[in-house]
């Protein structure tokens, strides 16, 4: 059974950074793309970033561009959200993507999901 499991949320002040990490198992991951994706009560599976399968390809959405770094460790088949300067808007559910050859930014072009993670973010 394909899982992936978020960690790392959580509420801090604006300013503050918060590291999320994403562990899959029942797959080999490090043969896939995985992307980080946010849902508000606006917006649902926002793009947030993503990264191939290597590690040596990432790309962002604007909004977080400068302020996120996404990284993968195959070794323990966990990627990582570094999130820095976190704002108000930042306030989430996270989610972590797994499946695609290469990164994209469509929710459609990953098959596996994880649960979430809650990240609010305070004024």
């Known amino acids: 059974q394909v899982q992936l499991v978020e960690s790392g949320g959580g509420e801090v002040q604006a300013g503050d950074s918060l590291r999320l990490s994403c562990t899959g198992s029942?797959?080999?991951?490090?043969?896939?793309?995985m992307g980080w994706f946010r849902r508000t009560p606006v917006k649902d599976r926002e793009f947030v970033a993503a990264i191939d399968f290597s590690g040596g390809n990432t790309n962002y959405a604007d909004s977080v561009q400068g302020r996120f770094i996404v990284a993968r460790d195959n070794a323990k088949s966990t990627v990582y959200l570094q999130m820095n300067s976190l704002k108000p808007e930042d306030t989430a559910v996270y989610f972590c993507a797994a499946g695609p050859t290469i990164w994209s930014r469509a929710v459609t072009s990953y098959p596996y999901w994880g649960r979430g993670t809650q990240v609010t973010v305070s004024s």
């Open positions: 029942g797959r080999t991951f490090s043969n896939d793309a």
